[in-house]
């Protein structure tokens, strides 16, 4: 600590890049976009009947119990190495105001999607899929590396782009959605166990108070 | 300038407010990782602040090993707000004054 007055806005963004120190939320999230992935080349392998309609009824429940389970796989993984490590905290919890416009963000995300789908036959969008997911899921990146000045994200969004834009030439209609899911989930968890690997070696078991 | 609060605009100690200010609750380890003080000195900040009543103090265990939790009580909160804002304006009075 110097005499020099502290900046507060970089104090305050504290928290978001802490949440960001272990790896821990890219690995969970590549590995829920591998399952993505992985579910849905399996349902359209599968030869058409009862197995492939009964499996495909299961497949919304695993997508909305997927993220709910990584989300709190992300909690309990943390508190076994993150806190003992390197401290812990606890985010504030937003406000209703936050909430709700979260909440109406997601609604008009999952409309867009359906509407995209419904749509997509008729206007051959789907060739188009990839590109169009590798660009959002890119813009993710961007905003999240700015958000909490992670420049690994912007290495994740560059190959992001790059992945919805080679999987688009490839012209496998909606096929090349499943193979970007895998592609994206095994670069996010590869760079996920990358940077757990190096916070475990910056930070050895032991160094609590 | 002499309204601002001095138990929070001495550095070592406004540092720590701010960290506490951006999260719920934090432990010890955390705030000494991101503050950078020794462990002496934050706890000596610590304790002032406890006196004022601007930080709840909660030592308890995880497992067998001790953690001292810490959170900035409501008053704090609003004085580092009030601080924040005082400094706001002065920075932007000095500003235009340029």
């Keep these: ?209 | 300038m002499n309204d601002l609060d001095r138990l929070i605009h001495e550095p070592a100690r406004l540092v720590v407010v701010a960290l506490l200010h951006s999260v719920q609750q934090a432990d010890f380890l955390w705030l000494l990782r991101e503050s950078g003080l020794t462990k002496g000195n934050l706890s000596s900040h610590l304790a002032k602040l406890e006196e004022g009543g601007y930080i709840k103090v909660e030592k308890t265990f995880r497992g067998k090993i001790p953690l001292t939790l810490l959170e900035l009580t409501p008053p704090g909160r609003a004085a580092f707000e009030s601080y924040r804002k005082s400094m706001t304006g002065l920075l932007s009075k000095g500003g235009t004054r340029r």
């Excluded at chain 1, 909440?103 to 060739?127: D, Y």
């Excluded at chain 1, 790059?162 to 968890?189: K, M």
């Design chain 1, 1 to 209: 600590m110097t005499g020099q007055y502290p900046n507060l806005s970089d104090l305050q963004s504290r928290p978001l890049r802490y949440w960001n120190i272990d790896g821990l939320p890219e690995l969970m999230m590549g590995l829920v976009w591998i399952l993505w992935g992985g579910s849905f080349i399996l349902g359209e392998s599968l030869p058409k009947g009862t197995a492939r309609n009964v499996f495909w009824m299961f497949i919304p429940a695993i997508l909305c119990l997927s993220g709910v389970a990584s989300n709190w796989a992300v909690k309990r993984l943390k508190e076994r190495i993150t806190y003992p490590r390197a401290g812990f905290i606890e985010m504030k919890q937003p406000g209703g105001a936050l909430r709700l416009a979260t909440a109406a963000v997601a609604m008009v995300s999952a409309a867009a999607l359906a509407a995209l789908v419904v749509r997509a036959r008729a206007a051959g969008i789907q060739t188009m899929i990839s590109p169009i997911f590798g660009v959002l899921v890119s813009l993710a990146f961007l905003v999240a590396s700015v958000r909490m000045k992670a420049p690994h994200y912007l290495a994740l969004a560059g190959l992001s782009l790059a992945l919805g834009l080679a999987f688009g030439a490839f012209q496998l209609g909606w096929e090349s959605l499943n193979y970007l899911f895998l592609a994206l989930g095994a670069v996010c968890s590869l760079a996920g166990a990358i940077r757990l690997a190096l916070f475990l070696k910056r930070h050895p078991a032991g160094a609590a108070e």
